[in-house]
């Protein structure tokens, strides 16, 4: 059955699946570079990072602002697409607080590699009490 959270988005629970309906999420590009900051307010969403070079075995950071996002919620991230093959990025979030998580992504080829990597994320609301 459907049901809404305090912000009005849409929470499906059916026997087709589990998440946010149409409305709740949203899309955004970073302009400059993998380490630049992006700005989405939704609970779910993707973001398409810049397609600068990251050399092998290196790790990038960058946040996102959510006003949407609590100090006790939970992030979930993971490669959605934008990437030649598979095994080549890690990615997890880490420093969440309200109003702001910190993507990490990591190439872990033996090359640098300059891809537009899409990743997906949704939050899901904690409780600390």
Not at 73 to 86: R, T, Y
């Amino acid at each position: 059955f459907p049901s809404h959270d305090s912000w009005g988005n849409m929470l499906n629970i059916s026997n087709t699946g589990l998440g946010y309906g149409a409305g709740s999420g949203g899309t955004v590009t970073q302009n400059t570079s993998k380490s630049t900051g992006v700005t989405l307010n939704k609970v779910s969403g993707q973001i398409t990072m810049n397609a600068a070079a990251l050399a092998a075995n290196t790790s990038v950071s960058f946040a996102v602002s959510c006003n949407v996002l609590t100090s006790n919620d939970v992030i979930v991230i993971n490669l959605k697409s934008g990437f030649a093959s598979n095994a080549t990025y890690q990615v997890w979030i880490n420093d969440i607080s309200s109003g702001q998580f910190v993507v990490n992504l990591r190439n872990i080829s033996a090359g640098s590699l300059s891809e537009a990597v899409v990743l997906s994320y949704v939050i899901i609301r904690g409780s600390t009490t």
